[in-house]
């Protein structure tokens, strides 16, 4: 159930940030990101958008292209036009027919902690 009282913002298709984002509501995000990190609530990546860096998310949607790193605290739904090139931690995934995923998955139950990153 969403929350009404939650902040929505929108990043449309004509911004391009180089850089990290930071929010605490909603966001949806249909534009480009380069070197950076997305960090907050309820994030979806919208079919246009285009993400090179890491997102750290409660729940997430993803329908355009992400390469980098992705926790997902709740859950991580991957719709048929994804594209996720990185490793994926969340305790819940859905992953429509077509969608790519290149790298691990880890789905672990709710409650559990993640495990440590590996030792270089």
Do not use: H, Y
Not at 11 to 40: P, Q, R, W
Not at 70 to 98: P, Y
């Amino acid at each position: 159930m969403a929350d009404l009282n939650q902040q929505r913002s929108t990043a449309g298709s004509d911004v391009e940030i180089t850089g990290s984002i930071s929010f605490k509501g909603e966001l949806i995000f249909d534009g480009k990101l380069k070197d950076g990190a997305i960090k907050g609530k309820t994030l979806s990546v919208g079919a246009g958008a285009r993400v090179e860096g890491n997102i750290d998310a409660e729940s997430l949607v993803i329908s355009g292209n992400v390469t980098g790193n992705v926790t997902v605290a709740q859950k991580c739904d991957l719709k048929s036009t994804a594209q996720l090139f990185g490793n994926l931690s969340t305790t819940r995934l859905v992953m429509e027919d077509g969608a790519t995923l290149m790298g691990q998955a880890q789905i672990r139950p709710a409650g559990q902690a993640a495990p440590p990153p590996p030792k270089k």
